[in-house]
């Protein structure tokens, strides 16, 4: 009798042991998509993002005008006048697109494993990062949050990972890092959820601790092989009092650019008297930003755009200043704010400039006699 119970209780045990197997096989390999922390669009501490002596973050204030400026802005004014517009805002849903928003969201991930990164299959891996060259074979690099799989308003447009819009939307997903401050962006991204895997047309990694450069030639998730992020126009900036100035450039779209210069690395069109990728433009000085708009807050992007400026990133339309996707932004006060600002009040930074940076003074030599 003693022995049949032992007998029994050891084919329990083993039966145990056999579905804790099971169940590891079946949710071990998913296991660790719980393991990363994922928060969409959380205010970032660090202001402006990358050192204080990277291109976006660099006082242009008084930085040579170029030879060609009135013909460049003639160009953007097309025949009449072009008025900026806020390319940002919050839901813009509608019955044929519920998830329809305005502006940039990203993610903001803590935590991150080794088991929580994923591949991303490219369209151009040749220029794409988290990818072996030569051969193109993408390997797991991009910290993906997994909640942009199914929810929406994680990825520009709105809709899931899940939904395939590649064809009708840019479909950019940006990710930081906040534990190292690393930040990895893609384009045109699509999660095949037969396949079990994660699409896009580029990816881009920058390392923002330092002021790292795409390769020459290479694309980012922008067309011009600039970081998006670092441009955008942030409500926890702009709203912050703790914030009395925003000291970083802004990301502008034109409808049509000629090449690339410095800090840009990569080109997308050849249209003659347009502006090349990378190219700065500076709201004018003698441009009283308190008589275009009475918000406090409208007037410090205002300010910064006469100081730091706005580089030209990508085809779109023109004079559209990209910021981040957020619910709280007013479209009421934005939009006649940014209407009172034309192309004429702007003038085109040289091309290419690039001031060689100040060295701090060397240490005076001190001669101990032993």
Not at 9 to 30: D, H, P, W, Y
């Amino acid at each position: 009798m003693i022995s049949l119970s032992f007998h029994f209780l050891s084919k329990q045990v083993r039966s145990l042991v056999l579905l804790i197997t099971v169940v590891g096989l079946l949710f071990g390999a998913n296991a660790s998509i719980y393991a990363i922390d994922s928060v969409r669009s959380a205010p970032l501490s660090q202001s402006p993002l990358f050192p204080a002596d990277n291109w976006w973050n660099l006082d242009i204030s008084s930085w040579p005008v170029d030879p060609n400026s009135s013909s460049y802005i003639a160009f953007i004014n097309n025949g009449g006048t072009r008025r900026l517009h806020p390319d940002f805002g919050g839901n813009a849903g509608t019955t044929q697109d519920p998830n329809a928003i305005y502006g940039f969201p990203y993610a903001v991930v803590s935590n991150v494993t080794n088991a929580d990164l994923r591949a991303v299959q490219f369209t151009y891996a040749g220029e794409s990062d988290g990818v072996n060259h030569p051969g193109n074979t993408s390997f797991p690099f991009y910290p993906i949050p997994p909640e942009a799989i199914t929810q929406p308003y994680w990825i520009e447009g709105g809709d899931p990972g899940n939904v395939d819009r590649r064809s009708s939307q840019d479909r950019h997903l940006l990710i930081v890092d906040r534990d190292r401050n690393h930040l990895y962006e893609l384009f045109n991204v699509y999660y095949d959820s037969t396949q079990g895997k994660w699409f896009a047309g580029s990816g881009a990694f920058f390392d923002m601790n330092t002021n790292n450069r795409r390769p020459d030639t290479w694309t980012s998730a922008d067309a011009a092989g600039l970081a998006i992020l670092p441009g955008l126009v942030r409500y926890d900036e702009v709203y912050d009092p703790n914030v009395a100035e925003i000291r970083h450039a802004f990301r502008v779209t034109v409808r049509a650019t000629n090449g690339y210069v410095y800090p840009a690395s990569h080109r997308a069109g050849s249209t003659p008297g347009a502006l090349p990728m990378g190219a700065r433009l500076r709201l004018r000085a003698s441009v009283d930003v308190n008589q275009r708009t009475s918000d406090p807050n409208v007037r410090k992007i205002f300010r910064a755009m006469q100081r730091y400026g706005v580089i030209v990133a990508d085809n779109g339309s023109d004079m559209y200043i990209t910021g981040t996707y957020d619910t709280r932004w007013n479209n009421g006060i934005l939009n006649p704010a940014f209407a009172a600002l034309t192309a004429s009040d702007f003038e085109v930074v040289q091309l290419g400039y690039n001031p060689p940076a100040t060295s701090p003074a060397a240490p005076t030599l001190l001669n101990v006699s032993p």
